[in-house]
């Protein structure tokens, strides 16, 4: 959806105007997230969207139907995100859970919330001070579940913008844990280690 909107004409009818006012409202929370994650980093408060994190966006609507035998399947597997930032819209239907000191947390879906995860690239660039959320969706007998995962990322597209650990987050006692590269071989990179 972003930096390069899809055509109007080839979203689907249904879903059209909604998408569009959604992505455009999901890249202001975005902005005005990055605004306190620089705040809470110590930076200016405009140098993560300075920096280019909210530039690019992507959805990926999700469709779990019921499953009969649950304890069977797994509707996503343990993961974590590869972009900077994720933000989920989910329905009513339980499915989504963390991982947090070795174990499996339900998050359990709240009407009109949003879930935010912390992504791979935002635990790059901060050094770890913000550290990625491993997450997975289980099956369930209640479903059909229905998600809309939003993340905030450039993705695949071709830039050749180098991101590193910020330098003003860095010190001899806090020195980088990550080399420098782009949005898009960073996610080749996880794309293959997970293959």
Known sequence: MAPTSSKPEDLPIVCREILMEY??????????????????????QSYLNDIHCTEGLQILGNY????????????????????FLTILLQDH???LQIRHDDQWFDVPPTPG????????????????????VEHRVVANTKGPRISVASFITTGMQPTDRIYGPIKELLSDSNPARYCETTVKDFTTFLLKQRA
Do not use: W
């Not at 902005?31 to 306190?36: D, G, L, P, T």
């Not at 019921?66 to 590869?82: F, K, S, V, Y």
């Not at 879930?115 to 935002?122: E, G, K, M, R, T």
């Open 64 to 83: 779990y139907p019921a499953c009969p035998q649950p304890e069977l399947t797994m509707g996503t597997p343990q993961h974590t995100d590869n972009d």
């Open 113 to 132: 919330a949003l879930v935010v995860n912390i992504s791979d690239f935002l635990q790059l660039i901060t050094n770890d001070k913000f550290r990625s």
């Open 23 to 44: 992505s455009n409202e999901v890249i202001k929370l975005g902005k005005a997230m990055f605004e306190m994650f620089s705040e809470a980093l110590g930076l200016k």
């Open 93 to 95: 239907i339980s499915g």
